[in-house]
């Protein structure tokens, strides 16, 4: 397991400008699955296969909340994974991750684990705890084609090195992107992933710039806000709109404080085939993958 890095992230303090000038609108809210994946661990599944294409480059975001064990002790022993990467942000709880390329790491409160499957990988998720309560999400951003067979890659981000930007009755955790000047701990050239975990106090207001051709989304998790004029409650993802005159998104706390997920990038627009845990551009590459962890290939 490699050393723990205790260096502290930036901050940043100052007034938010509104640095938007043509709000998204919110095209429609999704409401998630309740559903259970690993090792019988409950979760809902909030970003489900039939939005892959609109929402493109992601393919699947799950949050996961419970203080009863049973929901999630048993975890998610080794599974493989090729194609994508996956994104696993850590409100409360403790996480074991160890795969096969030999990388191993406990993720816990505030924490952020970055993983690259890449050509292909076999990895276990498994508790570290016997009570209290695990919470977090585990996003799935998609690889271009030409990236879908690179090594696989692991990197954890404690929480005190997600850099922040803070205002009044405002703090936000930049996870990927930028926001306000602060560049996030995880920055992705060809897809330009934006991921903020947003703290509004009640009736505060937050903007963020974001580029016409992004896809995004709202996650709301504590709380309720307001997208535009649009009201979203607590879990529920507001889809947003694509316009070209649009240039980013404000999002205000109803009368109690609030919490959200805004999560954008840019469209791949490549044919997408998953089967299970690989995500691959077509059929044959997908055979291809059953065949290679069937026979032991992946890393």
Do not use: C
């Amino acid at each position: 397991m490699r050393a723990m890095d205790t260096t502290l992230a930036p901050t940043t303090s100052a007034p938010v400008t509104n640095l938007v000038t043509t709000a998204r609108r919110v095209e429609r809210l999704v409401a998630g699955q309740p559903t259970s994946d690993g090792a019988g661990v409950k979760l809902t599944r909030v970003l489900t296969q039939p939005l892959q294409r609109r929402l493109d480059p992601f393919l699947m975001l799950d949050a996961f909340g419970s203080d009863t064990p049973g929901d999630y002790i048993a975890g998610f022993p080794d599974h493989p994974h090729r194609g994508f990467e996956t994104i696993t942000y850590m409100l409360a709880g403790r996480m074991r991750h160890r795969d096969s390329a030999g990388n191993e790491g406990l993720l816990d409160d505030g924490a952020v684990q970055w993983m690259t499957a890449g050509r292909g990988v076999i990895h276990s998720e498994l508790p570290e705890q016997t009570e209290g309560r695990m919470e977090g999400f585990q996003l799935w951003l998609n690889l271009a084609g030409a990236d879908k067979m690179q090594p696989p890659a692991y990197r954890d981000i404690p929480s005190a090195q997600i850099p922040e930007f803070t205002a009044p009755g405002v703090r936000v955790r930049v996870i990927a992107g930028d926001s306000h000047g602060v560049a996030g701990a995880v920055q992705r050239p060809r897809t330009a992933p934006v991921y903020l975990d947003i703290h509004l106090d009640a009736g505060a207001t937050f903007a963020q710039p974001l580029p016409a051709g992004h896809n995004a989304f709202v996650y709301v998790y504590r709380g309720a806000v307001a997208v535009g004029d649009t009201a979203v409650p607590v879990q529920r993802m507001a889809v947003l709109a694509n316009d070209a005159a649009a240039d980013g998104v404000v999002i205000t706390a109803g009368d109690t404080p609030a919490r959200a997920l805004l999560i954008a990038g840019a469209p791949l627009g490549e044919p997408i085939a998953q089967y299970g845990p690989f995500v691959m551009n077509t059929r044959e590459e997908l055979m291809q993958a059953v065949e290679d962890f069937q026979a032991g290939r992946l890393a």
